[in-house]
């Protein structure tokens, strides 16, 4: 039996709960949270039907063409030959000993221009087609591996214990979550470089689970 449009709602709604209570615990302190978030995405956003067996509940509803979402990354520069944490900033204390950390930006961004697919530059956080969002590289490391969204949160998802584990690790993931493949390392005064001491993916998708929840937010209208 079909499910009703209500019940679809309301799996919605629950996803939508466990993004903000993984977020909550994430920032707590609880960086692991960062699994969870992307197992809730994934149930929101991969659609695979009808070829494959995934069906997101956004397509579900029949929104997959009606909403758009926030993009606070927006493209990397093709003319830049340094490595791209798009998602994420750098973070560090000032007279801290600590290593210099990747951190979510949240909705702490300057309104500069992003790249987009399309050609045209919009402010940043501006709302894009899911298309481009969910397959737009929002991480370039310095081998020049690309990452999208739909490559994080399906790695973290299905291969990092969101979901599943892997017996056999994706070496791309690994190069850029344990081997510092984007490169970048933080010089302070007179100190020796140091290294950062977080792997970006986490804080990644901290990033996409509040693109997420605040796309949702300012589409409420849409979604019933």
């Known amino acids: 039996m079909a ?36 197992l809730a995405v994934r149930i929101l956003l991969h659609h695979t039907a009808p070829r494959y067996t995934s069906h997101a ?3 579900q509803l029949g929104l997959e063409n009606t ?5 606070t990354a927006g493209l990397p520069d093709p003319t830049n030959l340094l490595s791209t944490p798009g998602l994420t900033r ?18 702490d961004y300057p309104p500069t221009p992003i790249r987009t697919r399309g050609g045209p530059r919009l402010p940043r956080g501006s709302r894009v087609p899911f298309d481009e969002w ?22 973290l998802s299905n291969k990092e214990g969101g979901a599943h584990v ?40 901290r990033q996409i689970s509040y693109e997420v929840l605040e796309s949702i937010r300012q589409q409420r209208d849409r979604i019933k």
């Open 3 to 38: 499910r009703t449009r209500d019940e679809l709602l309301g799996f919605l709604r629950e996803q939508v709960d466990h993004l903000e209570a993984s977020n909550e615990l994430y920032d707590s302190g609880r960086l692991s949270e960062a699994k969870r978030m992307a």
């Open 57 to 59: 509940l956004i397509n």
């Open 90 to 107: 750098f973070k560090i204390t000032a007279g801290d000993t600590s290593d210099p950390e990747y951190e979510a930006k949240l909705g």
């Open 166 to 205: 892997d017996p056999v690790a994706d070496a791309d993931y690994d190069a850029l979550a344990k081997s510092n493949s984007l490169g970048w390392s933080v010089e302070v005064g007179e100190e020796d470089p140091r290294p950062m001491a977080q792997n970006p993916v986490f804080p990644s998708m």
């Open 134 to 155: 969910w397959t737009n590289t929002v991480i370039k490391d310095a081998a020049g591996t690309e990452y999208s969204r739909r490559k994080l949160v399906l790695a």
């Open 67 to 71: 909403l758009t979402w926030v993009d």
